[in-house]
């Protein structure tokens, strides 16, 4: 089936795949309220603004990907989640003049052993292959940025590098290969200046998925 109207000449070069930093939401980003909605409300993580600034001058597309059960659980409608990243979208041009290349949102709740039930709810990588079809990014010199382990496994699963930004917000340290951050920091300027530094060096070599 064709999908697409528009035909891709045979001498035209394909557009080389760009290195993205895929960010968590709440708690990486905007300080974690529960179930939030209400625009008033979203207030960025200390250094946050700072820490997109300097990786979208490096050269990364900046790309939210979040979790959001609170949709399947009915605590909050799509109409008002939409309103929500409307504003932050707005925030973010307004007080750093900056944008997302995408905002990919799980709106799915996790099973019933808190594992996802879909391919997008993270740890499952969906999210990310997703975004890397749709805006065609380059996943071993992408990163993922989160504040728990789950972050940390659907970046290695979709084969990124990543950074925990250690706030606190994990307590269930149960470690495995996939589990395991290549950086761990304390704020997102920090996240941003460990990506950074990494820039030069080869993506670290990734364990198998189990
Ligand atoms: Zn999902």
């Known amino acids: 089936m064709i999908r697409s109207s528009r035909w891709i000449a045979p001498d035209e070069p394909l557009a080389q795949p760009r290195p993205c930093v895929f960010i968590d939401k709440d708690g990486t980003l905007v300080r974690n309220v529960a179930h939030n909605v209400d625009a008033s409300r ?7 603004l700072q820490a997109l600034r300097r990786l979208a001058d490096g050269g990364y597309l900046l790309v939210l990907v979040t979790n959001q059960p609170g949709l399947a659980e009915g605590r909050f409608s799509r109409a008002d989640y939409g309103e929500l990243l409307r504003a932050l ?10 944008a997302f290349a995408g905002v990919y949102t799980c709106g799915h709740a996790p099973g019933p052993d808190g594992r996802p039930a879909c391919l ?19 996943l071993a010199r992408s990163w993922m940025v989160g504040d728990i382990l789950d972050d940390i496994e659907a970046g290695r699963r ?14 269930q340290w149960k470690r495995g290969p996939m589990r ?6 304390h704020d997102l300027l920090e996240a941003a200046q460990a990506i950074a530094s ?5 993506p670290a070599r990734q364990p198998q998925p189990a």
């Open 42 to 48: 979203i207030e960025f993580m200390p250094r946050a």
């Open 89 to 98: 979208s707005r925030r973010l041009r307004d007080e750093a003049g900056l």
């Open 120 to 138: 997008c709810r993270k740890p499952a990588p969906g999210l990310l292959k997703q975004a890397a079809v749709s805006l065609r990014l380059d």
């Open 158 to 171: 979709a084969g990124c590098r990543t950074v925990l930004v250690d706030v606190g917000n994990e307590t």
């Open 180 to 185: 395991e951050p290549h950086v761990v920091c």
């Open 198 to 202: 990494a820039r030069q060096a080869p």
